[in-house]
């Protein structure tokens, strides 16, 4: 059926993206999320709405988390799932947690499904029991732990800090939603918060790997910042490439005619 109001087209967006998310633990480009819009509904346009831009459209929906990349291009989550948008949020100087391992540890767990990491190839499982090979398993981190990162990030700020009023609504029903709307305000503790959070996420992964030994390049992504963009290292520059690559269909994959270069902001070698 058409699409008759903003606020069927709205809830429409909001089920793309949850189902998006149940799928892949992944936020979604908004490059991808309209297309996924018009596969449901070939007649949307933004424009029916009195929106100038599908962008505009996007950012006036509630039960969305935001992250404007560029000038171009943002990513969406569920409002419950903002964090995850925090992914390019930087630990130690350029580094980031693999979006793999990202979802492994923080997203939150399902029926009928395991996570692991498989030493022999290096890549992270999730899915069936049934279908999982040798593996080492990951515990993702508990609700009530990541619950209580916020509720100690919140007592960081001091007896004066307007966030001290959600620390009541901090439950397992509806606390992480609170958490996030009470944020959106507010760029500059967001920011903060996404840092504690990924430096808070990378000791849990570094404590998870120790008895396997396993080297944090395993689970960074990162590249030598001494010399700007010129002093990415070979292995940063595979870790970047192959996390890339795990973002994309394979369907896409197979389409791809353009030098990836163009995608990690590397400079072209010269040659004589």
Same mark, same amino acid.
């Given at each position: 059926?058409?699409?008759?109001?903003?606020?069927?087209?709205?809830?429409?967006?909001?089920?793309?993206?949850?189902?998006?998310?149940?799928?892949?633990?992944?936020?979604?480009?908004?490059?991808?999320?309209?297309?996924?819009?018009?596969?449901?509904?070939?007649?949307?346009?933004?424009?029916?709405?009195?929106?100038?831009?599908?962008?505009?459209?996007?950012?006036?929906?509630?039960?969305?988390? +935001?992250?404007?990349?560029?000038?171009?291009?943002?990513?969406?989550?569920?409002?419950?799932?903002?964090? &995850?948008?925090?992914?390019?949020?930087?630990?130690?100087?350029?580094?980031?947690?693999?979006?793999?391992?990202?979802?492994?540890?923080?997203?939150?767990? %399902?029926?009928?499904?395991?996570? &692991?990491? +498989?030493?022999?190839?290096?890549?992270?499982? +999730?899915?069936?029991?049934?279908?999982?090979?040798?593996?080492?398993?990951?515990?993702? +981190?508990?609700?009530?732990?990541?619950? %209580?990162?916020? *509720?100690?990030?919140?007592?960081? !700020?001091?007896?004066?800090?307007?966030?001290?009023?959600?620390?009541?609504?901090?439950?397992?029903?509806?606390?992480?939603?609170?958490?996030?709307?009470? !944020?959106?305000? *507010?760029?500059?503790?967001? %920011?903060?918060?996404?840092?504690?959070?990924?430096?808070?996420?990378?000791?849990?992964?570094?404590?998870?790997?120790?008895?396997?030994?396993?080297?944090?390049?395993?689970?960074?992504?990162?590249?030598?910042?001494?010399?700007?963009?010129?002093?990415?290292?070979?292995?940063?520059?595979?870790?970047?490439?192959?996390?890339?690559?795990?973002?994309?269909?394979?369907?896409?994959?197979?389409?791809?005619?353009?030098?990836?270069?163009?995608? !990690?902001?590397?400079?072209?070698?010269?040659?004589?």
């Amino acid at each position: 059926m058409p699409i008759a109001t903003k606020e069927e087209a709205h809830e429409l967006l909001q089920r793309v993206i949850r189902d998006w998310w149940s799928d892949t633990g992944q936020p979604l480009l908004g490059s991808q999320l309209k297309v996924r819009m018009l596969e449901r509904a070939p007649d949307f346009n933004e424009k029916n709405f009195q929106y100038n831009s599908f962008s505009a459209f996007v950012r006036d929906c509630k039960g969305i988390a +935001i992250d404007i990349r560029g000038t171009t291009d943002f990513a969406v989550a569920p409002a419950e799932h903002a964090e &995850s948008l925090s992914e390019r949020t930087e630990v130690e100087g350029h580094t980031r947690i693999r979006p793999h391992f990202w979802r492994a540890f923080v997203s939150f767990p %399902k029926d009928n499904e395991v996570r &692991s990491f +498989i030493p022999e190839t290096g890549r992270v499982y +999730i899915g069936p029991p049934g279908n999982c090979p040798p593996s080492v398993p990951i515990p993702p +981190i508990p609700r009530e732990v990541q619950l %209580k990162w916020r *509720r100690d990030f919140i007592n960081s !700020l001091g007896e004066e800090s307007e966030l001290r009023s959600v620390l009541p609504e901090l439950t397992l029903q509806g606390g992480f939603k609170a958490f996030t709307v009470a !944020l959106e305000d *507010r760029p500059g503790l967001r %920011k903060r918060w996404h840092s504690v959070l990924v430096d808070r996420v990378a000791s849990t992964i570094r404590a998870w790997g120790e008895p396997i030994k396993l080297p944090d390049e395993a689970w960074l992504l990162g590249y030598d910042t001494s010399r700007g963009t010129q002093g990415i290292t070979e292995g940063g520059v595979r870790q970047r490439i192959y996390a890339l690559l795990d973002q994309v269909r394979t369907e896409d994959l197979l389409e791809l005619r353009i030098p990836i270069r163009w995608f !990690l902001d590397t400079p072209p070698k010269h040659t004589k």
